[in-house]
């Protein structure tokens, strides 16, 4: 097969305790691609994306980041459970930035991003220093290099946020609702950012958001998420303006009621 | 020297009248630090500066000197000025009072979890100052503070052996002598330690238990 | 008064030996401890278990009788009065220390484990550059307070004769019979020792400080 996909889910299975949050997913993401997930909250959206960085582990199925499985490897042409020097090489390929920005506290904002580079790269502290402040120029927080995490407002702190995940200039980057947390005014601003960081890039995106507008101008592709399971996928028109199932009708009848 | 089980079962009744000793001072010593903690706790709500810095001075230089020196201080020099009290007094009255300077604090957090809201509708309602106090305030603060309360009775159950320097014929004491008159002391003390061991891990399992009940209440 | 100051200095002397060098032994026990109650195997998780119940569960004084009187008829060699002093309250102040490192460690939120995860953190650095930072500012006031409990603690050292502040007053006592000047002098030298200890703490945490903010 010469075309890889960038991501794949086969027959992922996750439960909590009892809960069962993602029943027998298959997915599939192509590189570059930027894939929307929407849906109501508590269904399993968030799940997928800690699943892909693994923060969490799934109960059975696999999944494979550019055609590698990422529990497990084959010895002796058997299958067996990966081991974590080969878990932290596919976590590399990944970046993640978080609803709630997960900032370090005790680190200053330039040493939040420059942190990874030098203890996970070994990059030189000096290049790490270059290229971090080159990223908040980027970000547009130049002047914020020997702030604490604590001095900025929350649309600073996401920004930082974003910044510290492309450090590590990762192949696949996650957004786990960044806005969520920010005041809409804020939120737009920060899309722009991502939105613009997507033109730039070739980086394959996955996003799970409310935010239907911004879905609208990122997606390649929406998948609508409900139960565990992807009940609806397609184009940004297809799903969002012509949802095929009563579900997602009823969820977008009430986010556009709600905005 | 190994362990001797026959003579393990000889010393086990003098040490558990010792046992007894122990609890009795361990239960006077937290009601006067009870009492007397609520005293302090009460004395740094008042809107004196004197009175606020003298008090926090005294509970400060009680929580931080040694137990053991304030229990010999008080046995030597109580005689000397005229106050002849058994030992097992002297000592339940220090610990209580080096206690009530923990108790104060823990009082005092207990009081600063009540909004100031509760005051003012006091007020508003005519209560007196002594009613507010004790029908609106202190029935709010004091069940959340029972748990911190509990392990400080634990903690004072633990120091009672220091009563065994002033001749007060505690457990730990009882231990010695025999000790002392046989030359075993492992017996002895691996069983005035067990016993210790045992009581205070039931006592901070009942602790636990409060503490779950009362988060449930709340 | 002013001829009881020499000897009683020279046991304040040994009072600060007793005590920094249970600070030591404690500061190791603890982490050890701490360690071994957040891994996941079981088989280090109970030792260190049993360890912090026992001490917290008995009386430092018991323990360090015991050690004093029962543990050299078991052991093939009798340690000094000062090493048996220094390791059991050390011990002691340990299994309080493993307490006050766990609740800290555990506080540090879940988001702050994720984003190191997302960032390919080592479980080294994770805990070095991420959890222990972060955790400091919790440790150190208890951790504080814990020293200075010990430090009275190291009182008891005079009941095994560890020439401390507590044993030459005693024996001062026994000379002079001034009860009140003896020991109200040694309550006091105490009382500065502890000051001194704490606001040697207070500089510490000062230090250590970082600008927390409700949500990072």
């Known amino acids: 097969m010469n075309h890889k996909a960038s991501i794949e889910f086969v027959n992922i299975h996750k439960s909590y305790q009892r809960t069962v949050v993602l029943e027998n997913l298959n997915l599939t993401v192509a590189p570059g691609e930027h894939v929307v997930i929407i849906g109501p909250s508590g269904s399993g959206k968030s799940t997928i994306l800690r699943l892909l960085m693994t923060l969490e582990k799934p109960d059975s199925g696999e999944i494979l980041i550019e055609g590698e499985s990422v529990w497990h490897t084959t010895r002796d042409g058997r299958n067996v459970d990966a081991s974590p020097a080969h878990i932290r090489r596919m976590r590399g390929k990944v970046g993640m930035v978080f609803q709630h920005f997960n900032l370090f506290p005790h680190l200053r904002v330039l040493q939040n991003i420059t942190e990874a580079p030098i203890r996970v790269m070994g990059m030189p502290r000096s290049q790490a220093v270059r290229r971090a402040t080159d990223l908040l120029d980027r970000v547009g927080l130049a002047d914020k290099a020997e702030a604490w995490p604590a001095e900025l407002s929350g649309g600073q702190k996401q920004r930082v946020a974003i910044a510290r995940a492309l450090a590590l200039q990762p192949r696949i980057m996650l957004f786990d609702e960044i806005t969520s947390a920010l005041d809409p005014e804020i939120a737009g601003q920060v899309l722009q950012l991502v939105l613009d960081l997507a033109k730039q890039t070739e980086m394959t995106m996955l996003f799970v958001t409310h935010q239907m507008r911004f879905a609208r101008q990122i997606a390649d592709r929406v998948l609508f998420f409900d139960r565990g399971r992807i009940i609806e996928n397609g184009t940004p028109e297809q799903v969002l303006d012509h949802p095929q199932q009563p579900r997602t009708r009823e969820f977008l009848n009430n986010v556009f009621q709600a905005s | 020297m190994m362990w001797n089980w026959s003579f393990a079962w000889h010393i086990l009744p003098t040490i558990l009248h010792g046992m007894v000793i122990t609890i009795e001072a361990t239960i006077l010593g937290m009601l006067l630090a009870l009492v007397l903690g609520l005293f302090w706790a009460g004395l740094l709500l008042l809107p004196n500066r004197w009175i606020f810095w003298s008090t926090r001075g005294i509970t400060e230089f009680i929580r931080d000197t040694p137990l053991l020196i304030q229990l010999f201080f008080c046995y030597y020099v109580l005689p000397e000025i005229g106050i002849t009290i058994p030992a097992l007094l002297t000592g339940i009255t220090v610990l209580g009072i080096n206690y009530s300077a923990y108790t104060a604090e823990v009082y005092r957090a207990g009081l600063q979890n009540i909004p100031r809201g509760q005051w003012d509708a006091a007020k508003a309602l005519n209560f007196t100052t002594w009613q507010t106090f004790t029908r609106i305030i202190l029935p709010q603060a004091i069940p959340p503070i029972v748990p911190a309360m509990g392990n400080n009775l634990i903690a004072m159950f633990k120091d009672t052996p220091l009563l065994s320097t002033i001749t007060v014929m505690e457990m730990l004491d009882r231990a010695m002598i025999i000790g002392d008159k046989t030359f075993r002391y492992l017996e002895p003390l691996t069983m005035v330690g067990i016993l210790f061991l045992i009581i205070s891990l039931m006592a901070s399992a009942l602790i636990g238990f409060t503490q779950r009940k009362i988060l449930v209440r709340r | ?216």
């Open chain 3, 1 to 216: 008064m002013l001829h009881m100051l020499p000897m009683m200095l020279r046991g304040a002397l040994v009072t600060g030996e007793v005590t920094a060098g249970a600070i030591v032994v404690a500061s190791v026990a603890s982490s050890c401890a701490v360690a071994m109650r957040l891994s996941t195997l079981t088989a280090l998780d109970w030792p260190a278990r049993v360890y912090i119940e026992l001490f917290r569960g008995t009386s430092a004084l018991i323990q360090l009788f015991w050690a004093f009187y029962a543990l050299p008829l078991v052991l093939p060699f009798r340690p000094s009065p000062i090493i048996t002093a220094i390791v059991v309250l050390g011990l002691n102040g340990g299994a309080y220390g493993a307490e006050i490192l766990r609740g800290a460690i555990l506080s540090v939120p879940r988001g702050q484990h994720d984003a190191a995860t997302a960032l390919n953190f080592s479980a080294t650095t994770k805990v070095f550059r991420v959890v222990l930072p972060q955790a400091w500012p919790l440790i150190l006031p208890p951790m504080a307070n814990l020293f200075i409990d010990m430090l009275k603690n190291s009182a008891l050292a005079g009941l095994v004769q560890v020439t401390d502040i507590t044993f030459n007053a005693q024996i001062l006592q026994e000379s002079t019979l001034r009860n009140a000047e003896v020991y109200g002098l040694a309550l006091v030298i105490y009382f500065i020792m502890a000051l001194v200890l704490a606001g040697f703490m207070r500089l510490l945490e000062r230090r250590m400080k970082f600008p927390v903010g409700a949500r990072i």
